[in-house]
């Protein structure tokens, strides 16, 4: 019964309307500096800066999750694609958007479908990585954090300028579910483009240079 009521919720727009109160207590916390990562107000207004800096109005999402950063970033972008693995996250996110034409939810594991949301990119574009298991409603995959696969995908994709933010830095070399940072480094350098990897605001964004 429990558990059937956390999912009425969830698939409800008060839960919409209590995540945004929840996203007002992290910045609140954060700003006193009792928050161990950055809140999501934060991290929508940096992806919305690098949208603007180097002028991309595409955007792409693995790890859907309630939708929240296709929400804050819709006017932002002239086509949004999400990729989500649990099922009902993904029957959620694609109720909640199915009356914007320029949003696309995607349904499987990231590593997996990228290919196909890469398939109809035709502009530089930004891409932001948040797809792992974090436990409670999230969907584990083959793996815990498909980062490198993602990243092969894409830098393999044959329009350039894009520029990656991958979520929670904090974790790689900490988190046995991923790599290090000299990992990630040397997986970089060994693609045939030359891109730079910075670590700012608990986010790690790779770019070319």
Request: hydrophobic residues 40%; proline residues 3%; glycine residues 6%.
């Amino acid at each position: 019964m429990r558990q059937r009521f956390k999912k009425i919720l969830h698939d409800s727009i008060v839960y919409d309307w209590i995540n945004g109160i929840r996203k007002r207590q992290e910045w609140w916390l954060w700003r006193r500096g009792r928050l161990n990562h950055i809140p999501h107000y934060l991290k929508r207004d940096i992806l919305r800066r690098y949208a603007r800096t180097y002028g991309l109005r595409s955007f792409v999402e693995t790890g859907t999750y309630f939708g929240e950063m296709v929400d804050a970033l819709k006017g932002e972008f002239e086509q949004i694609q999400s990729i989500e693995l649990n099922d009902f996250l993904f029957e959620r996110a694609k109720r909640r958007f199915m009356s914007y034409s320029h949003i696309r939810i995607l349904h499987g594991n990231s590593a997996s479908m990228l290919p196909l949301a890469l398939s109809s990119v035709d502009r530089p574009t930004l891409f932001w990585l948040d797809a792992h298991y974090s436990g409670g409603i999230t969907a584990r995959g083959d793996q815990q954090s498909p980062i490198l696969l993602e990243l092969d995908h894409i830098f393999h994709h044959p329009i350039r300028g894009h520029v990656i933010v991958i979520d929670d830095a904090r974790l790689f070399g900490t988190d046995v579910a991923y790599p290090t940072l000299e990992q990630l480094q040397h997986f970089i350098d060994a693609q045939s483009c030359s891109r730079k990897l910075e670590v700012i605001d608990d986010a790690i964004r790779i770019y070319e240079v």
